[in-house]
Nanobody
Framework: VQLQASGGGWVQAGGSLRLSCAVS???????VGWHRQAPGKQREWVAA???????TYADSVKGRFTVSRDNAKNTVYLQMDSLKVEDTAVYYC?????WGKGTQVTVSS
C-alpha cells in the first residue's frame, strides 16, 4: 500500500488549498484519515471519513476543512478553506496503518 499526498504549498491567511492523497494497493472506500504535524508539536488527527462516507473533524478545523474521496481515482482529498497561520504543518493521509509521506502547508499572515 502506498499513499502519496500532494497539493501543499504557501498561502496567505484566509486562503484555500486542496490536498490530494493518491492511493495504490488498496481501495480508498475504507476509513481514511488526515493528520498534521506542526513544527515542535506532536502529530495530531485532523479529519476522517468512514466506509459509509461519514466525516468527522477536529474542533480546530471544523467548518473550514472538508474530506472527500473519489473511488474511481482512488484518491482522497482535504479541502482547506479559511486557512489560519496555526494550520501550518506537514499534512499526512492515512489508511489503516499506512501513512503517506506528507505535504507541507504554510500559511502566512
Amino acid at each position: 500500500v502506498q499513499l502519496q499526498a500532494s497539493g501543499g504549498g504557501w498561502v496567505q491567511a484566509g486562503g484555500s488549498l486542496r490536498l490530494s492523497c493518491a492511493v495504490s494497493g488498496t481501495a480508498v472506500s475504507t476509513v481514511v484519515g488526515w493528520h498534521r504535524q506542526a513544527p515542535g508539536k506532536q502529530r495530531e488527527w485532523v479529519a476522517a471519513m468512514t466506509i459509509g462516507g461519514s466525516t468527522t473533524y477536529a474542533d480546530s478545523v471544523k467548518g473550514r476543512f472538508t474530506v472527500s474521496r473519489d473511488n474511481a481515482k482512488n484518491t482522497v482529498y482535504l479541502q482547506m478553506d479559511s486557512l489560519k497561520v496555526e494550520d501550518t504543518a506537514v499534512y499526512y493521509c492515512k489508511i489503516r496503518k499506512f501513512w503517506g509521506k506528507g505535504t507541507q502547508v504554510t500559511v502566512s499572515s
